[in-house]
């Protein structure tokens, strides 16, 4: 099954996009002071966060990955005995940025292979 280009280019720029959304959104909120009572925590997360957008646009399936595991960490160490909605809410999209940043990196493997295929059928 072909995809037209137009939409394999915006499947490459979507999860790129949505990871510079979510950079956006902490610096902000350091700049804006709405980390202030935590402000050095709010320092180190955004520079993981920085430094792991950017490990993804340079190498999707890595930076997916530690988007994943990022947060999963950030899941497990915000819960207490009960079980809080706002943790689930902020690793939501961590999890989602990471899975696309996998499922493209996986789809253009496998559009790579299928162009390799069909060029070696056309002697």
Do not use: C
């Amino acid at each position: 099954m072909k995809i037209s280009p137009k939409i394999i280019k915006y499947g490459v720029w979507v999860p790129r996009g949505l990871s510079l959304i979510l950079v956006m959104i902490w610096v902000l909120q350091l700049v804006l002071g709405k980390l202030q009572t935590h402000q050095q925590a709010g320092i180190i997360i955004t520079i993981i966060i920085f430094l792991t957008t950017a490990i993804a646009w340079k190498n999707s399936p890595i930076g997916g990955g530690l988007l994943i595991i990022l947060a999963s960490l950030y899941l497990v160490l915000s819960m207490n005995n009960n079980f809080p909605i706002g943790p689930i809410l902020g690793s939501i999209p961590l999890f989602i940025i990471g899975a696309l940043f996998i499922i493209e990196y996986l789809y253009l493997e496998k559009e790579e292979l299928d162009s390799k295929k069909q060029g070696e059928d056309d002697f």
